[in-house]
């Protein structure tokens, strides 16, 4: 095999709910390699389906976690029969999905927490003052109350456990040799950080279970370097001694980095479930939404807020009214114009997460409920009424748009330029797409970078600033601002009319 030229590089690694990945950016911040083991397909000796094992009881999600350990002995040797030069790695970082590591992992799809989210709520004084305080109302999946459920279920494991850690600090720990601390951002959602101080929640420890700040370990920095790559990766594939761990993030955290966003942008993701990444600087907690502190900026925050009804809405729409055509579905918006003459829609075919309704609702321009709307006028409903709702909660969560915003968009609808002129001229700011294959890995690699280069004093955008950028896709239109500020406030008058009636509240 022709010799290689050396290339000094970091590593990013991606524990992620069906694989573990990992790619290498050199220092031009090009990815020269990138690898993965599937944990159906090349471990099927651990019975997973879709990474997961789904529990008789259909709320309990788990994974086994010796399947992450041996996925990554098994890329690593991928690597080194490749003939990767492990020693021009100079540093590595990485990212996992979000839950915390015992024989046998919950992970995110798991819901069997409900009691011990209602008494963790109870203990702080209720959902909106735990959102105050962490970030996020209580959540299933989060890991206080995992643990909680850990503790009164299991007391004698609880006590016989010596370090409790997240999938993030978990996998950082295999190449430090030894426990890695938790960084505060991946840290944020365990509904135990207090958000603003970056230190654990005595009323929040204390709720879920006894001695466990001992347990977690304090928490740091997301850019901190937490030691050297342990003597066994040195002495096995080659790397170098002074090879720097920098500490793992959360998967939604390091997807912000691989994105690069700065403050006052958002990123779009236009998928199955439609997902938007705010970078704030004054965050609003609220019982919606998740607010995490930065992994690049320990003086900010990101704000994560999900909506189930994404593409599959859209892609009804278009076979009902745009005859199964995208084409057509385009022309639809490119025929009616801006703020839809009024008319206002809100297209739940299945329960939304923000805000909580279903069904599909049309209004008239005089806030008439009707029964339908023309083909064309119902594609444009839908869509202004997508953007509408994201960016009235992301403004609940504190996100303003500011003269230097971008929008980042990603996921299948950001190649229709249609779809994204609308959301262009409803936030009243360019928008660019951009390649994120793998942004949580190349986000680990960027932030070994930052690590690297002095993490805390070194702003992140200085260190990534080689990176490709993204594409103009889209500019908002003449006069849209007069338009949506107009159409804004009443369709959130009508979003919480809705709401209302959902929950049997009087209007």
């Given amino acids: 095999m022709a010799e290689r030229a050396a290339r000094r590089c970091c590593l990013g690694w991606d524990f992620s709910t069906q694989q573990v990945k990992v790619v290498?950016?050199?220092?031009?911040l090009h990815v020269f390699y990138e690898d993965s083991v599937h944990f159906d397909r090349d471990l099927p000796e651990f019975g997973t389906q879709g990474g997961v094992h789904v529990h008789k009881d259909g709320v309990t999600v788990t994974s086994p976690v010796l399947m992450w350990v041996q996925a990554l002995d098994i890329i690593l040797e991928k690597m080194k029969a490749s003939g990767f030069d492990f020693s021009q790695v100079l540093a590595l970082s990485g990212a996992g999905q979000a839950c915390f590591s015992i024989s046998d992992c919950p992970v995110w799809m798991d819901s069997s927490t409900a009691t011990q989210c209602r008494q963790l709520e109870a203990a702080v004084g209720g959902a909106q003052a735990l959102s105050c305080l962490t970030g996020s109302r209580a959540y299933e999946r989060f890991t206080g109350n995992q643990i909680a459920k850990v503790y009164q279920q299991n007391p004698e494991a609880y006590s016989h456990t010596e370090r409790i850690s997240l999938v993030s600090s978990f996998a950082?720990?295999?190449f430090l040799?030894?426990?890695?601390?938790?960084?505060?951002?991946?840290g944020s959602g365990m509904n135990l950080l207090q958000i603003q101080d970056k230190v654990w929640s005595q009323a929040c420890l204390g709720a879920c279970a006894p001695h466990l700040e001992e347990k977690l370990g304090p928490p740091v920095p997301s850019c901190s370097v937490v030691g050297a790559v342990s003597s066994y990766y040195v002495q096995r594939y080659g790397f170098a001694p002074g090879c720097k761990v920098v500490a793992f993030t959360g998967d939604n955290p390091a997807s912000l980095a691989g994105m690069r966003l700065e403050e006052g942008d958002i990123a779009v993701s236009l998928g199955t479930s439609d997902t938007l990444f705010l970078w704030l600087r004054e965050p609003t907690p609220a019982l919606e939404g998740h607010i995490f502190c930065s992994p690049v900026d320990a003086r900010h925050y990101m704000a994560l807020l999900c909506f189930k009804n994404g593409s599959l809405m859209r892609e009804k729409i278009r076979d009902e009214s745009a005859s199964r055509s995208w084409s057509?579905?385009?022309?639809?918006?490119?025929?009616?114009?801006?703020?839809n003459g009024g008319n206002l829609g809100f297209y739940f075919d299945v329960m939304e997460i923000t805000p909580e309704i279903i069904g599909r609702h049309r209004f008239n321009a005089e806030n008439h409920k009707v029964s339908a709307f023309p083909k064309d006028?119902?594609?444009?409903?839908?869509?202004?009424?997508?953007?509408?709702?994201?960016?009235?909660?992301?403004?609940g969560l504190g996100y303003r748009v500011m003269p230097k915003t971008k929008i980042l968009a990603t996921g299948g609808a950001s190649h229709n330029r249609d779809i994204l002129q609308v959301l262009a001229d409803v936030f009243g700011a360019p928008v660019y797409v951009i390649d994120t294959a793998n942004s949580a890995c190349v986000g680990s690699a960027y932030r070994a970078f930052h690590g690297l280069a002095g993490g805390t004093d070194v702003p992140f955008s200085e260190v990534v600033k080689l990176a490709s950028n993204p594409t103009l896709a889209a500019t908002p239109s003449p006069g849209a601002s007069q338009v949506y500020e107009a159409l804004l406030p009443q369709y959130a008058r009508l979003e919480q009319r809705l709401l209302s009636?959902?929950?049997?509240?009087?209007?």
């Fill in 177 to 186: 040799g030894a426990y890695s601390p938790i960084d505060y951002s991946d």
């Fill in 501 to 507: 009636q959902a929950q049997g509240s009087p209007e």
């Fill in 377 to 395: 006028v119902e594609v444009r409903a839908l869509i202004e009424g997508q953007f509408m709702a994201k960016r009235i909660h992301a403004e």
């Fill in 328 to 339: 057509e579905f385009s022309k639809a918006l490119r025929s009616t114009e801006m703020g």
């Fill in 172 to 174: 950082a720990s295999l």
């Fill in 24 to 28: 290498a950016v050199d220092a031009e």
